[in-house]
């Protein structure tokens, strides 16, 4: 997945993101905590928990001024074992 997607986000003096809410296929959603944060190539990247517990990596470009929604809860859950 590597959709464009809207981003409330705190920008702090010090270069700390907060991403506060996204917006995706119409729907807004609120972060509810904030887990891991890494840079890989150029962007970087987040992983945010909804209140109602789902998970989401969020991906921000500062050289395209744009956030990129990388992977939905579909992608964290185990994949199913074959009988």
């Given at each position: 997945?590597?959709?464009?997607?809207a981003?409330?986000?705190r920008f702090e003096i010090d270069g700390a993101i907060h991403?506060?809410?996204f917006s995706w296929r119409g729907k807004r959603y609120r972060v509810a905590s904030l887990g891991r944060q890494w840079e890989q190539g150029e962007a970087?990247?987040?992983l945010v928990m909804?209140?109602?517990e789902q998970i989401y990596e969020l991906a921000y470009l500062p050289e395209e001024?744009?956030?990129k929604l990388r992977r939905t809860p579909k992608d964290f859950r185990p994949p199913r074992r074959m009988v």
């Open positions: 997945m590597n959709e464009v997607i981003v409330e986000a991403p506060l809410a970087r990247h987040f909804t209140p109602d001024s744009c956030w």
